[in-house]
């Protein structure tokens, strides 16, 4: 029902009436031709905006709950067992001496603080997701920008701008702390 109400609507009528020739075999203007293009345009205008705005409406009366809570669920969990594997990983370079102390303290924390995060189901734990995600976006915005304004004053050519713009967008999409949907 909410896909059929939120639906396209209208393209083939409105392809049927522009496709309507301007005139006749006979020469002549086809009688109402702007018209049909009118009413059909406003048909389908109507049905946009009408259906736009009550479908949220629809969606409360047929009582439809947002899903995801399932996926939601198994990212939560791959999110832990990655930050687990990362942690033990740290130990065992920590170990082998490839890396030092102070780096493997500083990764430690982070991804203590990811298992942490994903693994506490509460309200305050969703808070300080989305909390989290919109400091990562505008740190990830600010990078972005000292970036361009050093390209822009000439201190790095444009390779180096996309070189670095590419790496500032893959962090952007990794599946760090996700706030609930």
């Known amino acids: 029902m909410v896909v ?3 639906g396209l609507r209208g393209a083939v009528s409105l392809a049927a009436a522009l496709a309507i020739p301007l005139r006749l075999p006979n020469g002549t203007h086809f009688p109402h031709r702007e ?3 009118f009413l059909t345009f406003s048909v389908i205008l109507v049905t946009l905006v009408g259906g736009g705005l009550t479908l949220p409406t629809l969606v409360r009366r047929l009582r439809i709950v947002g899903g ?8 939560r969990h791959a999110l832990t067992r990655t ?10 370079l920590e170990k082998a001496a490839q890396i ?3 780096h493997a303290a500083a990764l430690r924390r982070v991804y203590q603080h990811k298992r942490a995060v994903q693994t506490a189901d509460d309200a305050e734990s969703d808070t300080h997701l989305a909390l989290h995600a919109a400091a990562e976006r505008a740190v990830l915005d600010a990078q972005r920008q ?3 304004e050093m390209r822009e004053h000439g201190e790095i050519d444009n390779v180096v701008l996309r ?3 590419s790496d500032i967008d893959l962090a952007a999409s990794r599946p760090a702390l996700q706030p609930p949907e």
Request: net charge negative.
């Open 163 to 165: 070189r670095v713009l």
């Open 100 to 102: 030092e102390p102070v």
């Open 83 to 92: 930050a687990e594997a990362a942690l033990t990983k740290i130990d065992e």
């Open 68 to 75: 995801g809570n399932e996926e939601r669920n198994e990212i």
């Open 146 to 148: 000292a970036v361009i």
């Open 4 to 6: 059929a109400w939120s």
């Open 35 to 37: 018209l049909i293009i």
